[in-house]
């Protein structure tokens, strides 16, 4: 017994056992896979119904009626006119509103340079303007209003803004020219009405009246309620000459009697050439005869 060999029998594999259970879970899969995707169809449905009734629930409830709607930063619009282009008025549901679509009949007003339009849950619209600044008018067969950037926003109103200087001497490709940056004379004009409107110049927006530009002789002011009335600038360092000009106002003030100038050049950067006035220049003579 002991010298005998333990003989294993050599059983044979069920291959069609195998190929059974292999079978049995492609199935399943399938079946699962099916399950799947049908449940994901039903969750999208199920959600979509979910937000479809949100919506309508949240745009008709009066939980969000619009009790206030602000409106800042206006101050030649009225808040009325601001409220219908917009399409919003006091008790809207907020959640109804089209902020974008109300945004852009805003920027479609002539004043208006920026809008926005936001929501203040439960209860609020809030409307923030920015008005353009009117710096000048300019003259291109009619009158138009132009900004700081030299933009022309809208036509002016017969005898509106005459207190702001008024461009003449160039057309519409001249100003035109100044969005591509290929109008130095444009940019000359711009520049001078820069310096005056950031307070770097003897002039304001009240003392000059008209900017008239000459393609040869560069630009030529018209002045109202100083001793002098027109000043030739030409081109070019405008803060430079505007300073001399300054001293020569300093000057003028502390004379007796008042001079007047009828007209002043400073495109010489080396000197200035003036011409006095013809009525106080006869005043001046007649009063050294009776003396």
Not at 29 to 45: Q, S, Y
Not at 129 to 154: S, T, W
């Amino acid at each position: 017994m002991a010298g005998k060999k333990t003989v294993q029998p050599n059983i044979r594999e069920n291959r069609y056992k195998k190929v059974r259970a292999r079978s049995a879970p492609e199935g399943s899969n399938w079946l699962w896979t099916l399950f799947r995707v049908l449940a994901g169809a039903v969750a999208i449905i199920a959600m979509s119904l979910v937000f479809v009734f949100g919506y309508d629930w949240a745009t008709q409830s009066d939980c969000f009626r619009a009790e206030t709607v602000e409106v800042h930063g206006i101050r030649r619009l009225s808040e009325q006119l601001v409220k219908e282009a917009a399409g919003i008025e006091n008790g809207v549901n907020i959640f109804s509103v089209n902020l974008s679509t109300a945004r852009r009949r805003l920027m479609a007003l002539d004043w208006v340079a920026g809008a926005e339009v936001k929501r203040q849950v439960p209860e609020s619209i809030i409307i923030r303007i920015r008005e353009h600044e009117p710096v000048a008018r300019i003259d291109l067969g009619r009158i138009f209003m132009i900004n700081p950037k030299g933009e022309i926003f809208r036509e002016a109103a017969k005898g509106a803004f005459l207190d702001l200087p008024i461009i003449k001497g160039l057309n519409y490709t001249d100003w035109q020219g100044l969005e591509v940056g290929r109008a130095p004379v444009v940019s000359s004009v711009m520049a001078v009405l820069e310096l005056y409107r950031k307070g770097h110049s003897v002039f304001n927006a009240r003392s000059i009246e008209q900017i008239q530009v000459d393609r040869d002789l560069g630009l030529v002011l018209q002045i109202r309620d100083l001793p002098i009335k027109q000043v030739r600038l030409g081109y070019g360092n405008y803060g430079q000459k505007l300073r001399r000009l300054e001293k020569v106002l300093v000057y003028l003030e502390n004379k007796e009697p008042p001079v007047e100038f009828e007209k002043m050049d400073l495109r010489n950067p080396n000197r200035i050439v003036a011409r006095p006035a013809a009525a106080k220049q006869s005043q001046t003579i007649g009063q050294k005869e009776e003396a």
